[in-house]
């Protein structure tokens, strides 16, 4: 026989079973197996790294997951700083604010007769149904929220900010938005136009014809300046979608005004979708590096796996292996309260872009 | 042997094979057939339905389907008005505006080195390759179009129309853009922030702080004041996203305000998502009807499959078997060149929804 | 503007829509297009190819596709040569069977009361339907054919031109068991005891305990011992599964008796699987290079799509494009009467592979 | 506000986050949640059922477990009886063999270049590497042992016994076939022939041309038997494939003989494909029911999920959760060591179905 081959260096180990294991050892013993389960292992790895470095990491948020019963873990993730910004779709942070106000998502059937649903004003959600008599309360709730703004443009960054501060002060509630208020993290929702967030909002104008002014191109800026200043990144997906695309520009358009940025150097993401189809949300990290989203010397890891799953195991170990780097760790600070938001006492501007090789900044 | 089941009616008609068949015989003889076959098929009879009856119809555009060489096509149906309003995706307005603009897209290669296409400034989607250096002049364009509006708000629909008329001034090309802007079709981008386009009209604000207004929630409101005019609709969804859901929530939107308004009469989707992750690009018609999105008795089809190979099809066979729908088809008329828009000569606000119930109106 | 990068040199050219387009000028307007539309497109001029050149071609065949409505294309393949071996799951042959014997598969929905369609003997896959008293009566059928057999083993490729022969005498209708056994195309099954096919030969060792013994080893020796005989080989591969992996590794195994072989030159599957999961019916044409399956020179190309949508198309194209290619074709001739089948002449034994190197060869 | 809906009752309760979070804490909390989350908690529970009850436990597997790192997990279940009875791929078996044989796969890339592994004979799966050379000492290692065995047709279940037995007295290492010697638990191969373990046996013709006789429709009938003998049964399939119609013709075919069979009463699937192209790896439980393959009260959940993430998290759960069940199960007994296996003393014939109305039986 000749010679081994350069390629065969490490051997697969194969999962042994053994009663009361942990998340994390669990993970661990998934590191030397195959397939979506070695990714998943190493996510938790890629993760880890992140929170010992100095980087700002974004999570994007993608599909029903807050309806589905993930949104005290993106709380969690932001009350104890696993991540530094979330860029979501609308509707999570509405399915979110559904819960916050104290109502709830049901058990369903994706089997269901929908006309029945539709006929008793349920909202189905593949197995999971809710009251739209909730959903329009719900709006009017934002809606009259709006109302009670400035009439200037707002960022959905400011504007998320404000709201996530009245949904704590009306309930006291955990929850994505009254988290990240809670803890200073921004939200960023792109496609706020594109949810029932955005619906609640455009019901003000009914009152008040020039409320709802959102600069969705503010949110372009502002998140780009954040990478401006501090350049160092990470971008942990879940799901795809507008966020992960979202956090992907502001890197790009960064680079533009800072050299020092180089795409993300971690990147996790959770995903369905499958890349030959040439859509976004399934586009692998490779393809990223093509663009510079990502650095070509980045540590990631794309795991094609429905979140449900591998968010509540890869979260939970990182519980267990994540105290040590979460409290020595090195995050940025923000201020959210104001108009311009600032990144470790540097303002950041929604109105135009830093430039690094300005002598004035 | 028992009598036979009212199950077993209609036989399958195995596809006979002959040279020489056209897109809609082909189409024909796979209306016997099963799986996505049969729904393709379907969608043929669908869209010819939706042609022959007086109902607005929407397309939505996910999916890189202009860098992936699908734009010539989007620009035929907007032209020949087998379609009355886009909703797409920033992204391929982009990449259709940098082919209107004399540039192209290039065949490429899913297992690419993607560090030597950084280091050349070659951007990959999946197996398709632009240029960075073109995609800056294109951002650079853009802005500078962007510098020439006032500085006050528009809707997407409205700074769409500007843009697609400033690129047929410019090029005399036919694509997405400028074939809207010919045919009076409003296109709305609700997610515009998520682009390159975004990205091009925020760089406008390096000149101008207060450049760049969009009112994407003006765009709720216009989309929903449509369906309130013209409370008949159709929707046909190429890849999901947030174009998927906007069509969607313009309805629901709508029957708030106008109770003739029941859910779109007729639905076509084309995607590759899957619904059982709970995601929206997914999701099913039938979910769809639960929130009242689609009429519970609509003319609906779900082809799986990817539009790259599905929509070449389907739409040479509606070139030949459209042709009499087309020519008396009744289909709403649109002025779009001043900022509030008409459908039929009746103005469509984006401040406040109309109120179908109000006697003023 | 630096220089044109070597990655751009052929721009993707946009569909043109046109009435009156047939099967392979849309095909050919795919070719410049982008993901799976292109790739089928590829697959069209992989095939020409194939045809051209002077290989032996295999087509494998899983997933539901005879129920499905695509039986009579298969059949048209092999009758017009347009392959010289089919590998099938035994639940093709089995629903070919069905309809051959002049009974139907039936319209149905995916959505149905699976409890009523049991209660009515109703058996369905996906949205197609079938009589289960139908499905005994074939059983029956089968079993009585094989209480006709010899009591001695039988490869597949033995027992089904035998029983597509006795189809044949029995209702002279086209199908793929008769459309083989008129062409004189050889069929293997390698997991025929995973189908109907097996449960009807199982059947007669009611009557005759040792009936229905089928030597699945000599299919493997069989089919490398083509191989031996004709290396130069091609591969088109429908939906994966067993046959996917059989053609695959009959070549494999012809490998180690005749150094001439090489892998497959020429590869085509059309898959709805995907790769990242590990699972044979995904997998890449690049990892088969790896096992030497294919030629790392091959021409090849994976259709990530539905059969029920891309065969019709891709049949339709061929039988305009290949008339010429198929009249002046260079195909293996078999006979397949007997026990031992020939191929050009010389015989093809199951008892022992055939040894190039051996000089009574 | 209406009356509550009844669509609207048991409220999704969001996962917790905590640290030190066993597998089985971690299901429960999976339980009240959505999507495939949710599917896999159910998953836990129907087995825990299934362990409680008196049924015969199938387990199906297809897809590269072992090669992927999970083998040792099945040789779990099967020492501790999890299940009764294997039914799997050839391949997964013979990387199984591979490894217990002393030898390993390796960790890999899903983009290597799969020309430099094929110059150094390295076969890839995937994400993993393996020595071609080890795999032809394979191939000898196995069809020397069937040199061994008598020149009569054996059925895959005696053939695999024997070779578990072999492969345990030259090793004595753990594994999939040394557990289910070691536990007596039958193991099918219906596909035998579309592997490398057919493979391996058919070059025993070279010596010996009658070697290598494989009675896979012998397989059915025992399959079958042992269904006919004990009537009720459960399902437990991974990755669908031969294996998971296999379990299911068991059934259909055993009610021919005793209509105590009424389809299985337990069924779990982890499958990554999809229903909605029609093939029978992603065919849903419910279509399943249709046929009688299963009961219509089952109880029974589909996750749609890669083994290799579910599987480690749901059999370490199951390990803390079930030992109570696997102390108190009743399971069947089998004896495996001659011709005529027998099910709790019964013998189970592969020459003719036992006929449960017969009086002789």
Redesign the interface.
Same mark, same amino acid.
């Given at each position: 026989?000749?010679k081994?081959? &350069?390629?065969?260096?490490? /051997?697969?180990? /194969?999962?042994? +079973?053994?009663?009361?294991?942990?998340?994390d050892e669990?993970l661990t $013993?998934?590191e $030397?197996?195959?397939? %979506?389960?070695?990714n998943?292992a190493t996510a938790h790895r890629v993760w880890q790294k992140m929170l010992a470095d100095d980087v700002t990491i974004f999570l994007g948020m993608?599909?029903?997951l807050s309806?589905?019963?993930?949104?005290?873990?993106v709380a969690?993730l932001i009350a104890h700083r696993y991540i530094d910004c979330l860029v979501s779709t609308g509707?999570n942070l509405y399915h979110d604010l559904h819960?916050t106000r104290g109502q709830?998502? !049901?058990?369903?059937s994706?089997?269901?007769d929908?006309? =029945?649903?539709?006929a008793? &004003?349920?909202? $189905? +959600?593949?197995?999971? !149904?809710?009251?739209?008599?909730e959903f329009i309360?719900n709006d009017i709730w934002i809606s009259e929220f709006v109302e009670t703004l400035e009439q200037r /443009?707002y960022t959905t960054r400011e504007l998320l900010y404000l709201l996530g501060g009245h949904l704590w002060q009306t309930t006291g509630r955990d929850g994505i938005l009254t988290a990240a208020y809670r803890a200073q993290v921004p939200i960023f929702c /792109? =496609?706020?136009?594109?949810?029932?967030i955005?619906?609640g909002?455009?019901?003000a104008?009914?009152k008040m014809?020039?409320a709802?002014?959102?600069?969705?191109?503010g949110?372009?800026?502002e998140s780009?300046n954040l990478v401006i200043h501090r350049p160092r990144t990470a971008s942990i997906v879940l799901?795809g979608?507008?966020p992960k695309?979202?956090i992907n %520009?502001a890197s +790009? %358009?960064a680079e533009f005004y800072n050299p020092a940025v180089g795409g993300h150097q971690y990147a996790v993401q959770i995903v369905?979708?499958?890349?030959?189809?040439?859509?976004?949300?399934g586009?692998t990290l490779?393809?990223a %590096?093509?663009?510079?989203k990502l650095s070509?010397t980045s540590a990631k890891v794309t795991v094609?796996?429905?979140a449900?799953?591998?968010?509540?195991?890869l979260?939970?170990a990182l =519980?267990?292996t994540a105290?040590d780097a979460l409290r020595s760790r090195v995050h940025p600070t923000f201020t959210l309260s104001s108009r311009v938001m600032t990144i470790d006492g540097r303002a950041v501007r929604s109105? $135009?872009?830093e430039d690094a090789s300005d002598p004035a900044n």
């Open positions: 026989m000749k081994r081959s &350069r390629f065969l260096e490490t /051997p697969i180990v /194969p999962f042994a +079973v053994e009663a009361g294991l942990s998340a669990i $013993r998934m $030397r197996i195959s397939f %979506q389960g070695r998943l993608a599909g029903a309806a589905g019963g993930l949104r005290l873990i969690h509707a819960e709830a998502h !049901y058990l369903g994706p089997r269901a929908d006309a =029945a649903l539709a008793d &004003r349920v909202d $189905r +959600v593949y197995d999971t !149904y809710a009251s739209e008599h309360a /443009p /792109p =496609a706020i136009a594109d949810s029932s955005g619906m909002i455009s019901q104008r009914q014809p020039h709802g002014q959102i600069d969705v191109i949110d372009i800026v780009a799901g979608g507008t695309n979202f %520009q +790009v %358009q369905t979708d499958v890349p030959h189809f040439g859509g976004a949300s586009s490779e393809e %590096q093509s663009w510079g070509t094609n796996a429905d449900t799953i591998a968010l509540p195991l979260v939970s =519980a267990q105290n109105d $135009r872009f």
